[in-house]
Every structure is written in structure tokens, then in C-alpha cells.
């Protein structure tokens, strides 16, 4: 079964400009969340989509919004890029959502904001 | 309220083994993960634990889990140098509504 995998994997981007950055889950896996990844803030959630729906949401400003496609994959994007968003943005497939469900992550998405 | 505390780093030598630790604070039922995480990679998930048991094993990995004391455990047996990786403990809670709540990671360093 292939692993959770997203695109692009770098990506360099400047101020002001916006990005969006895509995830394809685990066939089967019906959730979807997303982490971004600093030296000096650790993981941080951003958001969870299942079945479509926006399931739960971090504390992140509303530049960061994400979407989920009926076939599962999601999506997020980032407006107005500010440097500090600079980061691994991870994303994580799990079978369902509510429950302890192992989350899988992918390779990751490395954001760099000039 | 939700709290996930690790020590940043640990070094341990080549054959040795190493003993990763955690405390977290959550009262309520709860799962207790160890991802591993290598240079420029995503989260491997290693393996859990459910708050009702003490221990697992799994290979060359054991988990244990003081629920009184509220700390986890990760040992690696006979560490070899493609174990350098950082790794992060989480717990998911109903009460953090199965949101992962994630400990900083700590770097294992191995030395010949």
C-alpha cells in the first residue's frame, strides 16, 4: 500500500505571495491533518479534514486555510506568505477521525519564505 | 490541562541502551505514541501504548508506562547508528478531542 504522499517537497516562495500545498492519504484513510514543523515552536497543529469537513482547527491565523476533496486528498494554502511561516508543513492520514487512530505522515512539505 | 515534557537530547554509545523518556499530564484515558523522526524525513510512528496497559514490546523496542507517576518510557535495545533520529512521545485524549498533543522530541545522538 503506498505511504501518504505530498507535493511539492521544497518550495520557496516570497513575502506576500501565497502557496498551496497538497496531501494524498493513505487509499482508504478518510482523515486528514496537517502540522507545521519550526525549530523553535516544535509541531504545531493546523487543521484536521474528514470527509470533507473541517473535523477540528489549531491556533493559526486565518491565512492558513485548507480544503478536502471527496476522494480524500486535501489541500492547504497560506496567503500573504510571512517569513515566519517558514516550515515542514506535514500532513497525516489516519482510517478515520474521533478515535485513537494511528496517524501516518507523509515526507513532508519544506516551505522556505524569502 | 494537556502537557507532553521530554529532555531534548540523549547520548548513548554504539551497542548501548537507550532510554527515552516522557511525562504527560493528562488525566483521562488515553493513547501514548513514539514517532521517530530522521534528518529531513517525515514521522514514523514506532509504536503505542494504551493507558490500561505497562508495558510493550515490539523487537527491539519497549515501552513502559508508570500511569501513577504519568511517565512513558522508549527503550532501544542494542542501539545501532541508524537509530540517530529525534523522537517525539504524543498522547491523544478524548478530552483533547483525539488531537495529538505532542512532547518537543528528543535528538539521540550515538557515538562510536
Known amino acids: 500500500k503506498a505511504g501518504v504522499t505530498q507535493t511539492p517537497r521544497y518550495l520557496i516562495k516570497t513575502r506576500g505571495q501565497q502557496v498551496t500545498l497538497s496531501c494524498s492519504p493513505i487509499?482508504?484513510?478518510?482523515?486528514v491533518s496537517w502540522y507545521q514543523q519550526t525549530p523553535g515552536q516544535g509541531l504545531q497543529f493546523l487543521f484536521e479534514?474528514?470527509?470533507?469537513?473541517?473535523?477540528n482547527k489549531g491556533n493559526f491565523p486565518g491565512r492558513f486555510s485548507g480544503r478536502q476533496f471527496s476522494n480524500s486528498r486535501s489541500e492547504m494554502n497560506v496567503s500573504t506568505l510571512e517569513l515566519g511561516d517558514s516550515a515542514l508543513y506535514l500532513c497525516?492520514?489516519?482510517?478515520?477521525?474521533?478515535?485513537?487512530?494511528?496517524?501516518?505522515f507523509g515526507p513532508g512539505t519544506r516551505l522556505t519564505v524569502t | 490541562g494537556e502537557d507532553v515534557e521530554q529532555s531534548l537530547f540523549l547520548s548513548v554509545r554504539e551497542g548501548d541502551s537507550s532510554v527515552i523518556n516522557c511525562t504527560y499530564t493528562?488525566?483521562?484515558?488515553?493513547?501514548l505514541y513514539w514517532y521517530k523522526q530522521e534528518p529531513g524525513a517525515g514521522l514514523q510512528l514506532l509504536t503505542y501504548?494504551?493507558?490500561n496497559m505497562d508495558m510493550k514490546q515490539d523487537q527491539r523496542l519497549t515501552v513502559l508506562l508508570n500511569k501513577k507517576d504519568k511517565h512513558l518510557s522508549l527503550r532501544i535495545a542494542d542501539t545501532q547508528t541508524g537509530d540517530s533520529a529525534i523522537y517525539f512521545c504524543?498522547?491523544?485524549?478524548?478530552?483533547?478531542?483525539?488531537?495529538?498533543?505532542w512532547g518537543a522530541g528528543t535528538k539521540l545522538i550515538i557515538k562510536p
Open positions: 504524543a498522547e491523544i485524549t478524548m478530552d483533547s478531542n483525539y488531537q495529538l498533543i
Open positions: 487509499s482508504g484513510h478518510r482523515s
Open positions: 501504548i494504551f493507558s
Open positions: 479534514y474528514f470527509s470533507e469537513t473541517q473535523r
Open positions: 497525516a492520514s489516519s482510517q478515520a477521525a474521533g478515535g485513537p487512530y494511528e496517524q501516518y
Open positions: 493528562d488525566s483521562s484515558s488515553t493513547y
